[in-house]
């Protein structure tokens, strides 16, 4: 199941503080109101890992529809062969799901990983970008030969020091969001530094272009 169709209810929702800087520029904010026709987003995803080699692989979302009300339907295309995973289309969308899919795919490696629980991983992120996200303002390029645009950095480390999440208690998450490329993101990073006995890991989706579909 989604990320989003863990979130709260609408009576917990009257309960829950008020969202975080960082909660709003992430879960909030219409990433997808500069499309306001049939595109397709594409992303890359490299995973790098001690010992192993280099993962490289492709994420598309393909918006199909967009409503007089500005949602947009999205049909994501989500990795490929043996590591592609089986997303419905995000429908009625403001934000962009890309970030959703990626905390949903993250929270199913973690569980496996550990043994522990997808909802207690979602649930420690939740907290975290409630209550310890960093959020900078930044100037940065979206590639080596391109202009210099103003850019978001949302930093996290949600697991530090909860022994239930092993080796992963370090792991840390990197947003970068600008308004200047189609979808809002730039790049989604997450880091594990290397342990005693384990290797260092990196996983970057980060966006490469778009055209009309």
Known sequence: M?????????????????L???????????HLAS???????????????????????????EIRRIGPDGKHDVY???LTGSRRIEYPAALGFKGNPLLLFALDRGARELASATGGSMNWFRSRFRSAMLHRAELR?????????????AARRII?????QEPRARRFQA??????????????FL????????????????????FTGSEPS
Request: avoid cysteine; glycine fraction near 4%.
């Open 2 to 18: 989604l990320l989003i169709t863990a979130l709260a209810t609408r009576a917990e929702a009257d309960e829950a503080p008020p």
């Open 20 to 30: 975080s800087p960082a909660q709003i520029a992430l879960f909030e904010t219409p």
């Open 35 to 61: 499309i306001t026709q049939p595109t397709r987003l594409r992303y890359s995803f490299r995973r790098s890992e001690g010992g192993h080699d280099t993962v490289d692989d492709a994420i598309v979302l």
């Open 76 to 78: 994501p295309d989500f």
């Open 137 to 149: 303002q930044e100037t940065v390029r979206p590639s080596p030969d391109a202009a210099p645009v």
């Open 156 to 160: 996290v480390t949600p697991y530090e």
């Open 171 to 184: 792991m840390r998450y990197e947003f970068l969001l600008s308004d200047t490329v189609p979808g809002g």
């Open 187 to 206: 790049q989604l990073l997450t880091e594990v530094p290397a342990g005693e006995n384990t290797a260092a890991i990196s996983e970057i989706i980060a």
